[in-house]
Each structure stands twice: as structure tokens, then as C-alpha cells.
């Protein structure tokens, strides 16, 4: 399902081809720590102990705990269903000697696309002044702004930022000439 298509940094009637070789390409996905292997061993021990405390609580005779037990477990599992569930999202960023082309596809698949002229784009960033991290990365177009690559930890995003940095000025800077003598 696609909730819209912005075009942004084009003139009207001028749609640069969608086979143009890229200068760079990234996809962009959020940062998950925990593996399937890690899922099956955290609910294991989750569960493990919570069958531990409900042997211990029905020996003593305090039976009405035992569905909070079982409550507990289902909570722990539903909140890491939905952590992987939001892990499908992505950001693809795709740099062609005319154009910047931006995909974000949430969760659920809903994508939405952003395309920017190179020439009249330009990245900027806001970076911490205590620790020097970058905080955010926008696209900006004077018309048009676009955050990118939000979901990702401050050092990932300073290095993604160069290297969209260099793409940008190799595309802005158009095709090498070659000289004879």
C-alpha cells in the first residue's frame, strides 16, 4: 500500500530515468541486538523462572499468583513480537547523477518515496554540541526538508552522512571530462 509520492526538486514535465547508474545506494535498517537464538533463550529463562516462582508460590499455598506468572511471560513475548515486528521497517537511499531518490517502507509496508534534484540539494546536519555526535540528517531542497536515517545510533549516522556527503559532491560535480593531447 503506498500512502503517497511527493515529487520534490524537479521541473514540471522533467522525471530523470529510473535506470540511471547509482553513485551510491544504501538501505538503512533499524539496529536489533537481540538475534532469534537470543529470543528463544531470554523467553526460555523468562519462563523457567517464572515456572520456578509458581512451583514456590502453590507449595506455600498462594495459588491466586499463578495467572500473573502466566501473564508476565505473555507480556515479555508480545513486547519482543513487536520489537521484531518494527524491525521491517527500512530507508533506501539512492544517489543518481541527477537525483536523490528516498524510500521509507514503515512496518507495516506502507512505503512512501521522495525524489530531490541534486543540483539544488544539499545535506545538513545537527550535531551535539557536548559530545560532537550527529544527531539528525536532513535533506534540504529550500522548498522541501526530509529527515533520513532517523532510526540509526549517532555514530552509524555521522559515518552514513560522509558518505552521502561525498555521493552528493561527486554528482553535483556531473561527469568527469576527459582531455587529449
Do not use: C
Not at 530523470?16 to 523467553?43: W, Y
Not at 498462594?62 to 502466566?70: H, R, S, T
Amino acid at each position: 500500500m503506498t500512502t503517497g509520492n511527493p515529487t520534490f526538486g524537479h521541473s514540471i514535465g522533467h522525471r530523470p530515468a529510473d535506470d540511471e547508474p547509482p553513485l551510491f545506494a544504501a538501505i538503512l535498517t533499524p539496529h536489533r541486538s537481540l538475534g532469534r537464538g537470543g529470543f528463544f533463550a531470554v523467553m526460555a529463562a523468562v519462563t523457567g523462572l517464572n515456572l520456578a516462582a509458581a512451583l514456590v508460590f502453590s507449595l506455600v499455598g498462594a495459588w491466586p499468583v499463578l495467572p500473573f506468572l502466566g501473564i508476565d511471560v505473555a507480556l515479555v513475548y508480545v513486547a519482543f513480537r513487536a520489537n521484531f515486528r518494527q524491525a521491517r521497517a527500512f530507508e533506501e537511499v539512492i544517489v543518481t547523477p541527477t537525483e536523490i531518490r528516498v524510500r521509507k517502507v514503515s512496518y507495516h509496508g506502507r512505503t512512501r518515496e521522495w525524489r530531490f534534484n541534486t543540483a539544488w540539494t544539499r545535506l545538513t546536519q545537527v550535531v551535539d554540541e557536548d559530545d560532537g555526535q550527529v544527531m539528525s540528517l536532513t535533506l534540504d531542497s529550500g522548498r522541501h526538508k526530509l529527515d533520513i536515517a532517523t532510526f540509526l545510533p549517532p555514530v552509524e549516522r555521522e559515518g552514513f552522512g560522509k558518505a552521502l556527503r561525498l555521493a552528493l559532491a561527486e554528482a553535483k560535480r556531473g561527469p568527469t571530462r576527459t582531455t587529449f593531447a
